[in-house]
C-alpha cells in the first residue's frame, strides 16, 4: 500500500529552506555530544535522508526506516555502506523488524506532528532503545510565539494555557488523511516521563523562521541568531519546533 508522501514531492519541500535544515543540524549535533557512546541507531521516518550526515559518523550500524517507499529508495541512493540498513516499514511494525533493546539512539524528527496518538509511537520506540539509550525528538510546538500573539488579537487570553493539540492540517492534507498536529511542550514532556525517559536537553529550533528577516538577512546571519537563541529560548518553549534529548532509564 503507497504511503502519503510517496505522491509528495519532498525533496522539492526543502528548497529555500536552508535555515531551517541547518537549524534543526545544529540541535542534532549539540545533542549527539551529550551522548558518549553510541553503536546503533535508528532514524524513524528518515524521508530521503536529509539529516542523515549529521548523526551517521557516530554510529557502527545506522538504520534509516521509512513508510514511503519512494523516499527510502532516494536514501538508498545516497547511503551505501555495510553500516547502514533500510526499512521500509511504518513506525507501528517496528518491533516485528527489530530486536527490543536493541537500539542506543532513535531518533524521531517531523513525524510526531502527523501521528494520531503519540502515547503509542512512544511505547514502540521506548521497547526498541536499550536501557540508558537516547531519544531525540522532535515535535510542532503549538505554543510558539506566532501563534501566541495571534491567539492573544483573537481575543483568547488563555490558548498558552491549552495543553490539547491544535490540528492545523490543510484542505490537501485532509484529502490525503494526513494528520498535521501541533502539540503543546508540557503534553510531551509529560508523556516522555510516563514512558520512563528523562529530559536531558531541550532546543527551541528555527526561532528567526521569516519570510521577512529571510528575506534581509543572510542564513549565515539567522544561523548566528538560532545558535544562542536555541537554548535561552527553550526555557518558555517559543520556537515554532522543539527538540528533546531524553535518556531511557
Known sequence: MPAAYDTYDYPSYWEGREYEHCAE?????????????????LEIGTGYGRLTPSYIYRGKRVILSDPSGKL???ARSSFKGK??????SCLENLPTKLKSKSIDLAILVR??????NPDEAFSVIKKLIKKNGYFIVEFANKRHL??????????????WLDIFPKDVSGKKAKKSNIPFKNYHPDTIREMLEKFGFTILEERSVSNVRSPFLKKYLS??????????LQRL????????SIFILAKKQ
Open 83 to 88: 553500516k547502514v540498513k533500510f526499512i521500509h
Open 25 to 41: 543540524i545544529l540541535a542534532i549535533k549539540s545533542f549527539l555530544k551529550k551522548i558518549p557512546k553510541i553503536d546503533s541507531i
Open 146 to 159: 506566532k501563534a501566541i500573539i495571534s491567539e492573544f488579537f483573537h481575543g483568547n487570553f488563555t490558548f
Open 111 to 116: 513525524v510526531l506532528h502527523h501521528i494520531e
Open 233 to 240: 529560548l527553550a526555557k518558555i518553549s517559543l520556537g515554532p
Open 72 to 74: 527510502l529508495k532516494i
Open 219 to 228: 542564513k549565515e546571519t539567522l544561523l548566528f541568531l538560532e545558535k544562542y
